[in-house]
């Protein structure tokens, strides 16, 4: 990936919840060009990025501290494999953190990766940062570079060097 291709505008299809009409995240991505679509058969609070194979479950820290969603959870975790639980709160404090914990606890082993968040400007670059890495052909450019970068260690390396002698 060259750096002309970090610095073009990247666009992509999101399919949102429609409990998310009104939210500044939504009007975030319109905002960048994102087609957005707005769907009543998806988790509420989800937004997906199906040509990356991501899901992102946005979450209020009071709302997840008032109301059990494990069921919630549970069903969105089933459905979609590499999913994010983005926790939001102006401030994690003692409380935030407690029941941050206690999620990662809970689905421990599982496909969901909890993230907290503060900012609308947090989750637009969080997401995008991990639609973005995880489509084509970026995903391609960065296994690319990661095997380029294997190769010139094994290549490169005094240690490779000694222990291809030893053997």
Not at 12 to 31: C, D, G, M, P, Y
Not at 45 to 72: N, P, R, T, W, Y
Not at 86 to 109: D, N, P, T, Y
Request: glycine residues 2%; contains cysteine; charged residues 20%.
């Amino acid at each position: 990936m060259t750096e002309s291709d970090c610095n073009t505008k990247w666009t992509t299809t999101v399919i949102v919840s429609s409990s998310l009409k009104n939210h500044e995240v939504v009007a975030a991505l319109q905002n960048q060009n994102h087609r957005v679509r707005y769907s009543d058969s998806v988790e509420p609070g989800s937004i997906i990025f199906s040509h990356s194979g991501v899901a992102f479950l946005l979450l209020c820290m009071q709302e997840l501290v008032l109301l059990q969603k494990d069921s919630l959870l549970e069903k969105f975790i089933g459905i979609h494999r590499n999913s994010f639980l983005l926790l939001i709160a102006a401030l994690h404090g003692k409380e935030e953190w407690s029941v941050m914990l206690r999620m990662q606890q809970r689905f421990l082993g599982s496909n969901l990766r909890v993230i907290p968040v503060h900012t609308t400007a947090d989750i637009m670059k969080l997401m995008l940062t991990i639609a973005k890495a995880t489509s084509k052909p970026h995903i391609d450019n960065i296994c690319d570079r990661l095997m380029m970068a294997k190769k010139q260690i094994i290549e490169h390396s005094s240690v490779w060097k000694m222990l291809h002698n030893i053997v």
